[in-house]
């Protein structure tokens, strides 16, 4: 098996490898040998299991794989038969925790052999919400791969406005989805690669009279990058900005980010609906040395 994928892959092509679907013998001799010839590496995960679950139970039941549904089958029938059909609870959720480990194992792997992965993560991707990031995440994966990605803006636009499989309204009508989402909320989202470190107790600094807070800090678009989250305005100042920096760097931080959370709870701060922030390029090295300001930047 080794000596027919050295074989193979000597000829650097592209590979989607489904790690759930095949052997772990398949996976870490695949793993060896992309290693040893240079191969880069892209994981594509879902941080939901909610969504990728039902997703992929409802697909491989109607054998629906795309926005085309309606050639197989019509909205009312597939609604009649969801209405009719149980969601097989334990069996997914055992499936997803056999995924997670499969796609660790993979990862670590890589990071054993001195790889450092890109991880796209679906939900990421595909947010209309924040376009400006998800289009500096598609960048930054193009780039990774050798990609260029001033030429693919078609493609990133397809992903952003390019609409939906449009069956996810669907998936309520399982009888026992209401179970289901309860059931598979315990096991939390899905996070590749150990939990980012922490940052230090006085990483936030801001203006007195500030409402804000830090809410995120997970493993970004490469493995050895953070991305830092958060919320927050100056009454005093609502122009004021936010940074993201280290004594050596200051990072790129996406600002006037939707946020709908914290306009509920201070509807009469001003900005409050968009005062989000996210930097996604923070090295996991650097954590301890990090802040995070609000206020005004020359």
């Known amino acids: 098996m080794e000596s027919n994928l050295r074989?193979?892959?000597?000829?650097?092509?592209?590979?989607?490898?489904?790690?759930?679907?095949?052997?772990?013998?398949?996976?870490?001799?695949?793993?060896?040998?992309?290693?040893?010839?240079?191969?880069?590496?892209l994981f594509l995960i879902r941080r939901s299991p909610l969504d990728r679950l039902l997703s992929l139970h409802f697909a491989k039941s109607f054998n629906i794989w795309g926005p085309?549904?309606?050639?197989?089958?019509?909205?009312?029938?597939?609604?009649?038969?969801?209405?009719g059909s149980q969601i097989p609870v334990e069996s997914l959720l055992n499936q997803e925790r056999d995924d997670r480990e499969?796609?660790?194992?993979?990862?670590?792997?890589?990071?054993?052999?001195?790889?450092?992965?890109?991880?796209?993560v679906f939900e990421d991707l595909y947010n209309r919400t924040d376009c400006n990031v998800a289009r500096a995440l598609f960048a930054r994966v193009s780039a990774s791969l050798g990609l260029a990605a001033e030429e693919d803006q078609q493609v990133v636009d397809t992903i952003l406005f390019g609409g939906s499989q449009?069956?996810?309204?669907?998936?309520?009508?399982?009888?026992?989805?209401?179970?289901?989402?309860?059931?598979?909320?315990?096991?939390?989202?899905f996070q590749l690669g150990?939990?980012?470190?922490?940052?230090?107790?006085?990483?936030?600094?801001?203006?007195?009279?500030?409402?804000?807070?830090?809410?995120?800090?997970?493993?970004?678009?490469?493995?050895?990058?953070?991305?830092?989250?958060?919320?927050?305005?100056?009454p005093a100042d609502p122009d004021a900005d936010w940074r993201v920096s280290d004594s050596n760097s200051s990072y790129e931080?996406?600002?006037?980010?939707r946020s709908e959370n914290f306009q509920a709870n201070n509807s009469a701060l001003p900005n409050a609906a968009n005062a989000r922030f996210a930097a996604i390029d923070v090295p996991e090295a650097s954590l301890g040395e990090v802040s995070v300001r609000l206020g005004r930047f020359e």
């Open 7 to 41: 074989e193979a892959l000597s000829g650097n092509i592209l590979i989607k490898h489904c790690v759930e679907l095949v052997p772990d013998a398949v996976n870490s001799a695949l793993t060896d040998v992309s290693c040893a010839n240079g191969y880069r590496h």
């Open 68 to 83: 085309d549904h309606s050639k197989f089958a019509s909205e009312a029938e597939i609604s009649r038969r969801l209405a």
């Open 102 to 120: 499969r796609l660790s194992t993979v990862y670590n792997s890589l990071l054993a052999h001195g790889i450092m992965p890109t991880i796209a």
């Open 166 to 189: 449009r069956t996810r309204d669907q998936y309520r009508d399982f009888r026992n989805h209401e179970d289901f989402e309860r059931e598979v909320s315990k096991l939390g989202p």
């Open 194 to 234: 150990s939990s980012p470190g922490k940052l230090a107790r006085d990483a936030l600094q801001l203006p007195e009279g500030s409402v804000a807070s830090l809410f995120a800090l997970r493993r970004s678009w490469r493995s050895d990058l953070v991305r830092i989250e958060g919320v927050g305005v100056d």
């Open 253 to 257: 931080t996406f600002t006037g980010l």
